[in-house]
């Protein structure tokens, strides 16, 4: 039909006539093409909205870092010792982080400017996210295209370029190890599945480079170095298993092993920590089951294999179980973590851990979010593992797991939804695939059908055909119908992605945006009002106590020393913040000046009516500080096992210099029309104690809307 | 236990048998595998005896060796001209392959000997 259409052309372009074959080819490459963009594209709301800027905590000290790499190069980077935070201890930066993201950031950086694009490092970093995101589709392509067909190939890229789940956590902005390590971790298993397939040592060196990339760029590897190992054991046990995989698993395992450990935050974990203890034994086991694979080859008697396969067996096992206990009991081998072992047990957290309880993204996740995220995906999920189970080969058997793993984990907190949402748009690529190739493929046969039935005394097969063909008669109408629901389902997909990338996660969390009274928007930029006050304020010394959430924007955009920040790897400190906060003043004012303190600063949103302050935030501070300090007690600050601001709250609680601090002087304010001075737009009550007077501290600065709060510490008195 | 040791001898004897009908390329590269594995061995009572520091450098020696067998294993398997999954890769592109991983292999392991 394109080619009877073609005859109308003139002729010089005629021979422009392609075939089949590179019809083909151009539709794939440009639709793969209109992905990559799609996938870049869609992910720039806040850019557009806003400015280009960093979002949220976390990216800040990513953001610091890789100034500072690209300012000082790699050696100052690899061995920078950071005293800015955690004042007095300290930071040891080069051994603490996960380097990928920011040495990629820099390699982009370096490249632009040796390109003469006289880009800002900001600009880069902001736009790191969306570039890798849009290199996820074209791996998502080809590992579809390993899995099933390119057919699939292509509908995964276009599912997962606008997959809610993983925009989530890779918008313009968002400048986290998740951006690139989504990337790094559907690059290595893809390879992997290749190496399998293909049983060639050099698709087994790339999945190990996938994998140091990995490694190198999120904690998240700990899921690929304990799915592969599982995915070996499983291929092992239905009896799939080949020589292509002793090849792969173990060209992977030894040199992915090694490039890890040169990381250093990662170090000698992967022989001593009992995350990585499966991978280990699973190595330990391809080599006796392929040793005894071997030996039975060569005798060739099956009685003498018999006797010889018992007693290597047993050897084998009793080796195997004794290096592990005594490895395990004396402590060589270290249990798990508290951060993974709360995904095994999830009630393990609430009650040994409240700092990882505490984070709202490691909650257990609600169906509503599930919805939220992946939309038709979450039925398009089983039908993709039905088709996945008719057509079993080793690369469909390694998606069916890493999808249920997943699934499993991202039922069990939040923020790894991101983790299950590549294997969620693989498997349902497959399914819509499949379907929509079974609907096209009926809708042709029918076209084809008169000339079939015809032929009646032709042979089997032409009667064969006649009858599925009489068998439906309104099989044509029907798949056209069915065709016409697929599109509609798929569109619908498409804008509710949009939707709600669009309204939920292109929110910068540093500036916040809301509806005035005549419907126009309102931007409050508080949060960067007082960290540039800090800046230019106060001494380039001074040191600031706040809760940890703010720690990584004052020393990044205040540039200066904070005592406690959003790396939480001390406890013990974020407790004794806890605990100054949750203190009456004088009490307060010795534990500040035990930590040099100079400046408090807290965020307020009793004006505003924003939810995210330090007021709600308290009780965790309570909590964190009588975790190490006994003196704190929770139900000191609570009336009858309710939190109160009011005046029936707890004197404590009306008291402490967390609500001292909160409350100063807002008790003269009238923040809405109608209620009385001193009402609190979030929790919705009058304050308690509207006479606040401050003994140890001074009001330094309040933002425009008394959104971030700062005081100075006085000096002691020169006479006591 | 008469019958358990005239059995282990009649194993071994089959096993020689069978092991000896092997081609000698693929001896050649058994061979290499038991002396990396020997090596290694060597290397874990050494640091039996002297203790695990500096613990970079004991595992750096002990995987170079376990690596290099591994990956000698890996090349046997695909020079066999008995597996049929490896028959249409030449010996050539293993062999190459087995020297890329291991230049690879060799190169992490001077990074990391400190």
């Known amino acids: 039909m394109a080619t009877a259409a073609l005859e109308f052309l003139p002729a010089p372009l005629r021979s422009f006539r392609l075939k089949t074959k590179q019809q083909e080819l151009l539709l794939r490459v440009s639709t793969l093409a209109l992905i990559y963009v799609l996938a870049f594209i869609v992910r720039l709301f806040s850019v557009l909205r806003y400015e280009s800027m960093i979002h949220e905590f976390d990216p800040y000290f990513n953001y610091r870092t890789t100034l500072f790499l690209t300012e000082n190069g790699y050696s100052e980077f690899w061995n920078w010792f950071d005293f800015e935070s955690w004042y007095p201890l300290g930071r040891v930066v080069g051994g603490t982080l996960f380097p990928g993201l920011m040495v990629t950031a820099a390699l982009l950086y370096r490249f632009l400017r040796a390109l003469s694009f006289a880009v800002h490092i900001r600009e880069v970093c902001v736009l790191t996210a969306p570039f890798f995101a849009a290199n996820t589709t074209l791996v998502a392509y080809a590992f579809g295209r390993e899995i099933w067909d390119s057919g699939a190939g292509i509908v995964a890229a276009a599912l997962i370029a606008i997959c809610p789940g993983y925009i989530s956590r890779s918008v313009a902005g968002s400048y986290d190890n998740e951006g690139v390590a989504i990337f790094a971790l559907l690059l290595t298993f893809y390879l992997f599945v290749r190496a399998v397939n293909t049983g060639s040592l050099a698709w087994s060196l790339a999945s190990a480079f996938g994998y140091f990339y990995m490694v190198s760029a999120w904690g998240g590897y700990v899921f690929i170095i304990n799915l592969l190992p599982l995915y070996v054991l499983v291929l092992l046990v239905t009896g799939r298993y080949s020589m292509r995989l002793y090849v792969a698993y173990n060209c992977m395992y030894v040199l992915g092993m090694l490039l890890a450990m040169q990381i250093r935050f990662v170090g000698f974990q992967h022989v001593q920590s009992g995350e990585h203890m499966a991978a280990m034994g699973v190595f330990f086991l391809l080599q006796v089951f392929f040793f005894l694979d071997w030996v039975k080859y060569m005798l060739n008697d099956a009685r003498l294999f018999k006797s010889f396969l018992r007693i290597t067996l047993t050897c084998a096992i009793t080796v195997g179980t004794l290096a592990l206990v005594v490895g395990t009991a004396s402590g060589y081998i270290s249990p798990w973590t508290g951060r993974f072992y709360s995904l095994l047990d999830p009630t393990y957290a609430k009650d040994h851990i409240p700092i990882i309880a505490s984070v709202s993204e490691h909650q257990p996740t609600a169906w509503s979010s599930f919805m939220f995220d992946f939309q038709i995906l979450l039925f398009l999920f089983p039908a993709g593992l039905y088709f996945c189970f008719k057509r079993l080969s080793d690369a469909t058997i390694f998606i069916v797991m890493y999808g249920l793993t997943s699934m499993y984990f991202a039922g069990v907190m939040v923020r790894l939804i991101l983790v299950a949402a590549p294997a969620v748009c693989l498997i349902s690529a497959i399914a819509a695939s499949a379907t929509i190739k079974n609907l096209t493929t009926l809708i042709r046969t029918k076209s084809k059908s008169p000339q079939a039935s015809s032929g009646k005394t032709t042979g089997s097969k032409a009667a064969a055909k006649g009858a599925v063909d009489q068998s439906l008669p309104f099989q044509h109408n029907a798949a056209i119908a069915l065709l016409l629901g697929a599109f509609y389902l798929l569109s619908r997909y498409a804008i509710h992605c949009t939707w709600v990338t669009s309204e939920a996660y292109s929110s910068p969390s540093i500036v916040l945006a809301a509806r005035g009274h005549n419907g126009g928007r309102v931007i409050f930029d508080d949060y960067r009002e007082a960290y540039y006050w800090l800046r230019q304020n106060t001494p380039p010394d001074a040191k600031i106590m706040s809760w940890w959430d703010y720690g990584y924007q004052i020393t990044a955009m205040g540039n200066r020393t904070v005592i406690v920040d959003n790396n939480t790897w001390n406890n013990t400190h974020i407790a004794t913040v806890g605990r100054a906060m949750s203190s009456y003043e004088d009490e307060a004012y010795e534990i500040m000046q035990s930590l040099d303190v100079n400046y408090v600063l807290v965020v307020f949103g009793g004006v505003t009516g924003y939810s995210s302050d330090d007021i709600n935030k308290f009780l965790w501070m309570v909590r964190i500080g009588g975790g190490v300090f006994p003196v704190i007690k929770e139900p000191d600050y609570l009336v009858n096992g309710e939190y109160r601001v009011d005046k029936g709250a707890a004197p404590k609680m009306l008291n402490c210099l967390m609500y001292k601090l909160c409350y100063y002087r807002f008790g003269e304010l009238t923040t809405e029309y109608g209620k009385p001075p001193g009402y609190d737009r979030v929790r919705g009550v009058e304050i308690g104690n509207k006479d606040i007077k401050l003994e140890y501290l001074e009001e330094a600065f309040t933002t425009s809307n008394w959104i971030v709060r700062i005081y100075k510490v006085k000096p002691p008195k020169n006479r006591s | ?114």
């Open chain 2, 1 to 114: 236990m008469p019958s358990a040791t005239s059995d282990a001898r009649v194993l071994i004897q089959s096993l020689s048998r069978a092991y000896a009908a092997t081609p000698t390329n693929l001896k050649i590269i058994d061979l290499y595998v038991v002396f990396a594995v020997a090596t290694a061995l060597v290397q874990v009572a050494y640091m039996g005896l002297v203790g695990t520091f500096p613990f970079n450098s004991f595992l750096s020696g002990v995987l170079s060796c376990i690596g290099t067998a591994v990956l000698a294993v890996c090349l046997r398997i695909q020079v066999n001209k008995d597996n049929k999954e490896f028959k249409d890769l030449p010996p050539e592109r293993a062999f190459a392959d087995f020297v890329l991983c291991n230049l690879v292999l060799h190169l992490v392991i001077m990074n990391f000997l400190g």
